[in-house]
Every structure is written in structure tokens, then in C-alpha cells.
């Protein structure tokens, strides 16, 4: 990647002295970047361009070339690439248009791009890409004409438009790039390979993500994983809902896939997630300036009551707590502000406040011990020096070891101070529930950096033997959907205990089998051709003698063939009846993250209240605890209103080996235990159902 | 109400020559705004103030005085309302602080103003405001030095540093005001007042509040239901959060009330409520510049597909659907745009994009029937001429019948095309989702418009003179808790149904009842010392047989004197058991609202997923339809999942008979029915238990 990021040397396919022609720009904006090494332009027709002397082919440069990057049309791309290929190029940026976004033929000129770079080693970035920069390394080898501040934030984006705007967005707020990364199509590089570099530059602190569909879900998850630990990380994945999913395909042609696993990579990664460009940008421009919170503390400085309220408002809102104030610091505050001035927090300075009062407050309550951030907010009333307050801001609330971001709320005034804040690299914005905002994220952000979670998942032993044998049976029948009890073997193979049962042809074996199991007794009817069992009729709990199973028996056989006549009935299943609290344990498999497991409360939670929680396998210790906590119904798992707190140790064990089983068999393509019966603290889970569909074979 | 918002003439009292006193800005912004009517500046040691004679005081002026807005200190306030009295001056605008904000004393000499209005027949605005301007009546009488734009939102704010946010933002967005009325400590004039002239001015077409607390929760609910007809109100009421709240009381002394009680009120009275000023600005720039949407489908036209992806998550968080287009709009955008454009929702009209083809684009999907408003998205790449678009979109985005909104995304180069946009009376703003956001209240406030649900409460009768006997007996008996027979004597005397049952005092009493009413029944301590009886062991369900019955009436007896020991117990009560599904219907009083009816499923959804919804009564039709159906748990009550439908319709018309108690009973604080049982459809419902509380007697 180093030849992509620091390449020595860079020949422009396609330059062009064309001023309109982007192989143009491309050429004059490494130039005008003072880029250091060797620049060569490529163009069959001319023998200068921009003062340098052309080349007619990549393979009439005399040195060698680390970089190219390429600006001919779609269709001359691949003789470039075979070129490049054979001049030993080491990685190419394909700025062309015209691939995969335009559809089938597109996407089959891409695959040969790739194909290409491939067989000589070179690494591709694009093709329908704005290009890359390195501020750092003296090179924009992008195509926009708008010169970017340098500074530490790091950016890789799907989307040139977005690139654009956060460059336009750079020069306003004085927020400076170290690196700046159009993606495009992603035939090769990808966000994953970016990460990995980027986690080790050492001149980039932020790294900001837009993202449209990810490639390798799960080595982004890893190098998410890895880089976030060090640097934060905000992802912007547009496509969230169905109708801007719909958008996004048509767009670029991404595999968007269902939002909610994105939602659980990015929390398992340690990633911070937001849904609009505007936190995005707000969230970029505090990391990139301001030392981390020590803990969740803020305090308010303003000078207007009305603002002061709102910014309170917006901190239960965004998880901060309003701070406490010493006896000290309060008193510090009486002998320094007027009396009418409110000296607890938020500090009231009163809106006749001179940036020295200004100054007073903020540094006494930076001085509490409990404090860990402050918001600096200002109404631009007639009797405030609105200059005088953010230029005296600007000389000392960069210099402090806590976080101060301003909120100026107004328009044209207060756009003056906001301006001369973020040329001082105070981050400042035009609300408090903004300003707020960006606080709250940097103090999740410190809390996960604290406490990242484990990084190892839990791994534990199955029967894989026994499994294997499972699968091949049912396959050899030509099912791809498994019985209840098939099911339940599986599940038992991997330790999960399901309630006694056993599958009876007659009622009479069933009563001597209900027998022996102890009654009361759960009668279900045993078909792998039914799915639903308790919709026809084909479920009974609690039939308590011998008698009433025999009864039942004949009654549930007849009720079934008559609603499901073509099914295939193996008898009916006698099983002990376990008492416990109904959850839910799934798992299907996405395409780009593999298996997902779902859990929540059974019955009208998960289908009514929708109270479930997502998480990619392999799981770790701490992915399972945050799983079982993060459900809104948790309380009734612990035994609130009086109830008895459940088996939520083994309830966890369940979820292990559930991840397990769909770690070990990719080809089972659907699990489900619903309901899994938790049972009294240390009573232990039983699977009373078992829901097990395989993969469809070519 | 006219002489304070178009007065014939104005004395100034507290005028003054030093141009650094708020007497001062206050006669110079009313000179200067071409106030036409008389003007007296008062001042009892000048002859002339700015060019006008002074008079020494109030009675000294020759003419009529309609209203008098004085800035003379604090204490010397009651005696310059005196004067205002004899003179008959018809409304004071009290600008000098130093009242209730500052505690007790303060307090004491505010209410001292307000005793000598009343006398007088005075109205007063303020104490501790900025003043009040009404733009076509060429008035600023406030001491701000921002001169404000003429046009039609009205402002009513609680804070004057809000309003100087406001005004300052006003001048930036371009974004008019016909009248700005800071209302301060609202010692007389309350935000219900100004919104009763509001609603008849004809140059006021949006009404924006910021509110800390309100005076007459009751007035206001029905003065902004009323106004909401014609004019979208917009209200920003801070203090949400307990930490909100906290800042809130220490500024200006506000009782904030509870928030959920707010947000019903609002939401019963069709006002708009947002959560942060930002979304207060975005709505007042959209609504007082574009006309109503006719319903809620959505075009987006960009220049980049990222934007648009990110336009269309918004759609779906803000009530937005993207709209289909017809065949003809697809073939019309086809024929004209380029053949990379997407021609479907959201439109993409390229990088390249000029001004002609956004306008073309826009104006054909604005003629399509499914698209009701429009958001122009802008990338500020370097192809696109970002102030000839906004140039172009200017001079005809105005003229059409649906709303047009801008969302340029970026900095530097996108700013200056939004404030073309702006100046030329077209929302716009900096990301896809405020742009959105903004067209989504539009479109929430149509449907509340089109429908804004009953205005009669729904009044039901019920046997007061009953009730008034039951309490009478109560408070003879120097209690203010009810014991549940009480409780339900109570209910059925507003004919809520209540399930069969006797209190007996013997077990053999009981045993007899029990077999008269049917086996099985509930059996229930009855002691009005006893609130939670199950605690206490003293509920017992299902009990099937007489000699169950006499057993568990002395087991019974015997736990709940061994655990509440100074209980008085007056037997124990046998139920007739119901079946049906368990909500909770409860009812407390809010000091500014008065009865707030709560509604939720019993058990968990209450208490662990706080799923309820809260209503003010008097309740209507509509209000008892929203309540019932907003929970988040209502298809539990159709029938969900295989479930039987609860009589929904008898559900509701307890609920109706709850808030009548409520109405006709102001000395019940607090009533709960905890679990209402709800019966299949048809089935009826049953209050099986019932907590009534009276308030207490001074």
C-alpha cells in the first residue's frame, strides 16, 4: 500500500494539456501539491505537457513508476492496465468512468480490470474514482480544484460527490486531511486495505468513512476492529432504509445488505455510526481537535439562561451528565462573576459578559475534578463582544487537557465568532444540541477505547462427527429442511440441552412413553413438512394421564392429515414439559458478514415489540454479554416486579454454541430455537423447538 | 390586545440622551423603524430625547397614551404603573429586570405589578424582556440592536437570548418577522394571549414559541389548537430532560411540569414540537416560504448519487416516501438528460449537471401527480456551476405549488449558493436530512390540518351525587386513600364495569358467596391500609371449591395480620374471575394541564417497556382513538398473531369515563385501575382492582 500513499514516482494516463480534461487537472493538482517525486505524463500525441516532458506509453518512461494513475476512456483501460503490468507498476488509480455503475457490460470490462491486476500483483484503486491525496506526502492526485487544508483526519469515501463536499466543508472549517481517499467501485482496494494502512499513519488521527455497501464485511469488521482502538473511527452507511437501499443500488451497484447487521458489525468493531453527513462532519471536527474527555462531566458556560437550558436538554440526549460542581469551584465563581450570575452549572455569565468573564468561568470549572468537557455557549446579544469573546477563546481553549467545544447560536454574527474559533481549531457550531453532540460521541468513543471488549471469540467443542451424519441424511433424502428432532440432535451434538422426548407411531407407545418422561407432557406432532406445527392443530401442552395422551394422539393425527393432507407424518413426539422464560435464539447468514444471531424475548416481544438485538459470529465473551443486555425486556430476564431472575449464565452459553454450529456448518443457512425455555437461576435452558434449514445445493 | 401590538402611541418611560441605556435603543429602534403614531419619551430631567420633547412623566403627556414601555430601574417600577393607571395607558411592556428571576423579593415586587395592572385594567408584557416589535405596524420596540427583516413569522419567546439568536439568524437566512414579542416572566400577557391576536393576523402566517413553562397549561392547549387551523406553530420547549429542567427552574423560575405532559398537550393541540433550536430554524425557513404539500411523496434531484442515497434514509426517518414516478415523467427525463442519468427516484442529473438540466429535471417531476415536493440535492464538484444553479433555481423554484427545498452540501463554495437560494425566499440548507426533516413537518402539519380531529370532548354522565357520598364518608373518616370496594363504587357509579363481588367477613360468608357467583373466584384482602395487596399475600386466584375457599380465608387473614400488623382489614373480598387481556388505565394531575389520563398494556409493557401514552382531558374521540392506538403494543389488542381481537370499543369508553371522574372530581389526585381486564370483542371490559387517592385538605 506504501506504493499507493508514498509512491516515489507517478505517471498521469492521459494527461492532457486540455485545461477542461481531468487527466489535466490530475496532473497540475500533483504539481501544485509540490509533490517530490518523479511525474510522468502519459499521452501518445504529446511530447510536454504542464512543463513536463510526455511519454508516449507507460513503457517509454525511462525510470520506473510506482504509481499510475489513469485517466483514459473505459475502453482503453485494460491496455493500460497490461501496460502497467508490464512496466512493473506496483498499484494503478483508475479515475475512469463507466464500469460497473452502467451495468452488465460495465461491470464485465471491471472484471477484467481486476483480472489484469491480479495476474501482475498490482494493487487497483476505482476504476470511477475521484483519485487520492496525501497532504502529508505532497501529493493530490485527485482531479477537484479545491486545495485541501492539511491536517489529520483521513478520509475514504464511496461516493466522489461526498468527497467533494467534505472538501468544500474542509476550507470553511479550517478541518485539515492527512489523507483523502475515493474508493469508486472497489475492484481491488477496498476500506479494509485503507484501514490497515491507516491504523499505522502516523500523521492521521480520525479517520471518517463513507460507505455505500462493504465488499469483505468481515475483514472491514477486523481492520475496524484493529484501527479503532487507537484512532476513532465514524462511519457514515448511507442506504439504511428500504427506500434509500433502493437508491443505493441503483447508484453503484453496492450490495447494501440489511442495515441492522451493519449496525451490529460497526457496535462489535468498536466503529462510531452516524446517519446524517451533518454528524459527520460535526463528530470530524472535535476528534480532529480536541484531546479525548476523561469521563462523561460536562459543564456549560454561556450567557444567555434560554441557551443554557437547551444545551442541558441535549446532554441527557446525547449521554453526558452535567457536572457537579465542587463547594470550591462555586465559590471561585461568587467572588469572580456578578451577583445575578448563575455560578452552578450551566455557569450563567450573564449576557453582558466580556470574554475576561468569559475566560474566568471556563477555567475554573476545567479546573473541577468533575469535569471532563465544556461547552462554551453564546447568544450574540447586543452587550457580548462577539470577536473579543471567540478571539480570547481562541488563545487558551486549545491549549487545555479537556475537550472545549463552543455552540454560537444565530446567523450572522455569531457565523463571524464560529469562523474564528475553527480557524483556532476550536471546534464550534450553531447549536448546543450540535455542540453537545459531538461531546457525547467523543466520551462514547473514550469509554470504548477504555473498555474495547474482548478481542477473542468464545469457541467451544461439538460433536461435528454426528452433525456431518445429520446433514448428510437429510440431503440424501432431498430435504433441505430439517425435522424438529433432527433439529434437536443437531443441537444436542453441540450441547445444548433440549427437553426429554421421544417420537411415537402409536398412542399406545406414547402413553407408555409420557409415562416414563413423568407427566404433565407437550404432544407435537413430528413432520419435516410442516413447519408451523401449533397452525394446524399439531401441538398440545400439558396432557397430564395416560389416558388423555392416548385421546390426544388420535386427535392430532386426524386433525393434521386432514389440514396438511400430503404431509409426511413420522408420529407424534412426547416431551417433558420444561417451565422457564420464552427467548428466542436465530441465526441466518448475510452475505458480506456471515452468520448473524439474533436473541430476544420470545412471543409478542420479538414479533410486536420487535425487541431483538443482532450479532456477527464468531462471538466474543463480551458480544454475548452486551447482546443479552442490550434488549429493552432485559429487566424481566433478571427478575423484575417480583419475578425470579433466569438462567442467564447458561441462557449465554446457548447463544456460544448456537454461533458455533454456524460457524462449523456454513451449510445450514437458518437456525432457530423459539422458544428457548430459561429456566430459575441454575436451572439451566432447554430448546423446545429447533428449527434447522440448510443451504439449497446447486 | 390591539394597544399593545398596534398602538396609536408610545411613551418610553426611562428614556434617555446616553446612547448605552437600554431607554435609549429602545426610543432610537422605534424612531428608526418609521414608527407612524406619537411618540413620548419620558424622563424627568430632559426636555428632549433624540430629537422629541420629553415629558418629566407619564401624566405630563399632553395626548392620549396607548402603550408604555419602560426601562426605569427595577424598584421604581410599581410607581410608574400607578402612573400608567391614571393616565389609562391600556398595555405596560415592562423591559426592566430584576423580579421573579432574582428570588423572593423580586417575586413579591413582580407580583406588586401585576396587582396594579389589574387594577387598573392595564395589560402588562414582561417584566425582564427584550420589548415587543410588530414589523408592519413599522414598531421595534425592543432593545436589540439587529434589525430584523419584515415578513410573516411571529416569534413568542420566553428567553430573550433566544430571540436574539433568532433575529440574528434572521438576518442571515433572510427569513422574515411580522411581530417578535419577548414575553419574559409573563407576569400578566402569557404566550395563550398573544397567540388568541396571532391567529386573526393576517400578516402572520407561522408562529414559532420558545417556551420554559407555561402559565395556563388549559389556556394555551386550546388557544394553539385553535391557531394550528390556519398557522403551523412551531414550539421549542426546553427543560425536557431532568437536567433540562434543573437549568430551566434556576433561570427564570418557570414550573417546567412534567415533559410527557407537554408533549401531550402539544400533540393534542396540533402544535409542532421540536427538540433543538436548529429544527426550529430549519422549520420557520421552509414554512414561511413555501406553500403546503398535498401529500407525502417526495422527488430528489441531484447531482450525485450519494446525496441522494442519503436524501432517501432521510425520507424514510421523516415521514417522506419517495415517490414513483409515472411512465411519462421517466420517458420525459429520459429524453432530455444524459444517458448516465438515473431518471428514476431519486433523479440523478450528473456531475456535469447545468443549470438547465437541473431545472428541467425539477420541473418535470414537480408536474408529475405522484410527487408533492421537491429537495434539489448539491455536490459542489468542480463541473457544476454552483451559483448559476441557484441563480436559475431562484427565479422559478418560488412560483410553483409545491414546496421546493435546497440541500447544498459542502462549505465554502456551497454556502454562498444557499444564501442565493435564501435571499431569493428558497429553503436551503446544508445536508440531505435537514432539508428533509424540514419537508417532513410539512407534510405532518398538512395531515393534522386536513384532520385535526374532534374539538367536543366526548362528556359522559355518571352518579355524582353517589360519588360525593363516598367521598364525604372517606374524608369523615380523616383518610385520603380509598380502599378498592370504595375505589369501585366509584367506578361503577360512572358505569365502569366492575367484576362481581362481596366482602365477607366470615369464611363461611365467603364460601357462600363464592358458590353464588360462580367457581372459580379471586379472593382479596380488603383493608384501605393495604395498597399492594399481592405483596402481602393477600390476593389468591383460581380458587375452585367452597372448602378451598374457607381455607384460604384464614390462611389468608392470618399472613396479612402477621405482615401489616396495624392494618385495619374489613374481610375478605370474593371476586368473579375474568379473562381478557390486562391494561392499565390511570389518571394523575399535572398542576398546569390538570387531569393526565395514562394507557398502557398491564404488567411488563407498562413497567419494564414503559409503553404508555398520556392524554390530557377533557378528552375527545380522537384523542381516545390516538391514545388507544399509539402504544407501541396495539396489535396485541387486534388480535395479533393468532390472538383474539379485545374489545377494544368498551376499552375506550372507560377511558372516556376515567377523565369524566377526573372532570367532575378535582379533589380525586390520583386513580388507577391496574389491570383493566379487556375481554374478546364484544366481551366487555372488567376493573379488577382500583387505587383511588383524594388530594389532601389544608
Redesign the interface.
Known amino acids: 500500500m506504501k506504493s499507493l500513499f508514498e509512491p516515489e514516482s507517478i505517471a498521469v494516463v492521459g494527461a492532457s494539456s486540455d485545461a477542461r480534461k481531468i487527466g489535466h487537472?490530475v496532473l497540475y493538482n500533483l504539481i501544485h501539491s509540490k509533490y517530490r517525486g518523479k511525474l510522468y505524463p502519459i499521452n501518445p500525441k504529446a511530447s510536454e505537457i504542464l512543463g513536463l516532458p510526455a511519454y508516449t506509453s507507460l513503457t517509454a518512461v525511462p525510470g520506473k513508476v510506482d504509481q499510475a494513475v489513469v485517466c483514459v476512456p473505459n475502453t482503453l483501460v485494460p491496455s493500460v492496465m497490461e501496460e502497467a503490468g508490464i512496466k512493473g507498476v506496483k498499484s494503478v488509480v483508475v479515475i475512469t468512468a463507466g464500469f460497473k455503475e452502467?451495468g452488465k457490460e460495465g461491470a464485465m470490462l471491471e472484471r477484467r480490470v481486476g483480472d489484469i491486476a491480479k495476474k501482475y500483483g498490482m494493487r487497483v484503486l476505482g476504476p470511477n474514482c475521484m483519485g487520492l491525496m496525501n497532504t502529508h506526502h505532497f501529493m493530490n492526485g485527485t482531479?477537484?480544484?479545491?486545495q485541501p487544508v492539511s491536517g489529520s483526519v483521513a478520509i475514504a469515501?464511496?461516493?466522489?460527490?461526498?468527497c467533494?463536499?467534505?472538501?468544500?466543508?474542509?476550507?470553511?472549517?479550517g478541518v485539515g486531511f492527512s489523507t483523502f481517499i475515493s474508493v469508486g467501485n472497489k475492484v481491488d482496494i477496498d476500506e479494509a486495505d485503507l484501514l490497515e494502512y491507516l491504523k499505522n499513519d502516523p500523521n492521521t488521527n480520525v479517520i471518517g468513512m463513507?460507505v455505500?455497501g462493504a465488499n469483505r464485511g468481515r475483514e472491514l469488521m477486523r481492520q475496524l476492529r484493529e484501527a479503532s482502538k487507537n484512532k476513532p473511527i465514524i462511519v457514515?452507511k448511507?442506504?439504511?432504509?428500504?427506500?434509500?437501499s433502493?437508491?443505493?443500488s441503483?447508484?453503484?451497484g453496492a450490495l447494501s445488505g440489511s442495515d441492522k447487521v451493519y449496525d451490529a458489525a460497526f457496535r462489535q468493531a468498536n466503529a462510531i455510526r452516524v446517519?446524517?453527513?451533518?454528524e459527520m462532519l460535526d463528530l470530524l471536527q472535535v476528534f480532529s481537535n480536541m484531546p479525548l474527555p476523561k469521563g462523561d462531566g460536562l459543564a456549560i458556560v454561556t450567557?444567555?439562561?434560554?441557551?443554557?437550558?437547551?444545551?442541558?436538554?441535549?446532554?441527557?440526549?446525547h449521554g453526558l451528565?452535567?457536572a457537579s460542581f465542587e463547594k470550591e469551584t462555586i465559590d471561585k465563581l461568587k467572588g469572580y462573576l456578578p451577583a445575578?450570575a448563575?455560578c452552578?452549572n450551566?455557569v450563567?455569565v450573564l449576557?453582558d459578559a466580556s470574554a475576561d468573564r468569559y475566560e474566568f468561568a471556563i477555567k475554573t470549572v476545567m479546573e473541577d475534578p468533575n469535569v471532563s468537557c465544556v461547552a462554551v455557549l453564546l447568544?450574540?446579544?447586543?452587550t457580548v463582544d462577539i470577536s473579543e469573546v471567540a478571539s480570547h477563546l481562541a488563545t487558551f481553549a486549545g491549549k487545555v487537557d479537556k475537550p472545549v467545544v463552543g455552540a454560537f447560536?444565530?446567523?450572522?454574527?455569531?457565523?463571524e465568532g464560529i469562523k474564528m474559533l475553527q480557524d483556532a481549531k476550536i471546534p464550534c457550531y450553531?447549536?448546543?444540541?450540535?455542540a453537545i453532540r459531538a461531546l457525547g460521541a467523543m466520551v462514547r468513543y473514550k469509554r470504548m477505547k477504555d473498555n474495547p471488549g474482548d478481542d477473542e471469540p468464545v469457541l467451544v467443542d461439538g460433536d461435528k462427527e454426528k452433525v456431518k451424519e445429520i446433514i448428510k441424511a437429510v440431503r440424501a433424502s432431498g430435504r433441505t429442511s430439517l425435522s424438529e428432532s433432527e433439529g434437536k440432535e443437531i443441537l444436542m451434538a453441540y450441547g445444548v440441552p433440549v427437553p426429554q422426548e421421544v417420537t411415537c407411531a402409536t398412542a399406545d407407545e406414547a402413553a407408555k412413553a409420557a409415562a416414563s418422561i413423568g407427566f404433565p407432557v407437550v404432544m407435537k406432532i413430528d413432520s419435516p413438512d410442516i413447519a408451523h406445527k401449533s397452525?394446524v392443530g399439531g401441538v398440545k401442552v400439558g396432557v397430564s394421564s395416560e389416558s388423555a395422551v392416548k385421546a390426544e394422539f388420535e386427535l392430532m393425527m386426524s386433525k393434521v392429515k386432514a389440514r396438511v393432507p400430503g404431509a409426511h407424518i413420522n408420529g407424534v413426539t412426547i416431551c417433558q414439559m420444561v417451565k422457564g422464560k420464552e427467548v428466542l435464539i436465530g441465526m441466518t447468514r448475510d452475505e458480506q458478514f456471515g452468520p448473524v444471531i439474533t436473541f430476544g424475548l420470545g412471543?409478542?416481544f420479538v414479533?410486536?415489540?420487535k425487541?431483538v438485538t443482532q450479532s456477527i459470529a464468531p462471538l466474543t465473551r463480551s458480544n454475548v454479554d452486551n447482546m443479552v443486555k442490550s434488549i429493552?425486556?432485559y429487566?424481566?430476564l433478571t427478575g423484575?416486579?417480583?419475578g425470579r431472575a433466569a438462567d442467564i449464565k447458561s441462557l449465554k452459553d446457548v447463544i456460544v454454541r448456537i454461533a458455533q454450529i454456524a460457524l462449523d456448518f456454513p451449510e445450514i443457512s437458518e437456525l432457530e430455537i423459539n422458544p428457548l425455555m430459561v429456566g430459575d437461576e441454575g436451572k439451566g435452558t432447554y430448546a423446545v423447538d429447533a428449527l434447522v434449514v440448510l443451504r439449497r445445493e446447486n
Open positions: 487537472i452502467l482531479f477537484t480544484n479545491i469515501s464511496q461516493s466522489g460527490a461526498v467533494s463536499s467534505l472538501l468544500d466543508w474542509s476550507t470553511a472549517t463513507y455505500e457514515l448511507s442506504g439504511r432504509t428500504s427506500s434509500g433502493k437508491a443505493a441503483s447508484h453503484t446517519n446524517t453527513i451533518d450567557n444567555a439562561g434560554g441557551h443554557g437550558v437547551m444545551a442541558a436538554d441535549a446532554c441527557s440526549d451528565t452535567l445575578a448563575n452552578y450551566p450563567d449576557g447568544a450574540p446579544l447586543d447560536v444565530g446567523g450572522t454574527k455569531t457565523n450553531d447549536s448546543p444540541d450540535r397452525d412471543g409478542v414479533e410486536i415489540m425487541d429493552r425486556s429487566a424481566i423484575a416486579r417480583g
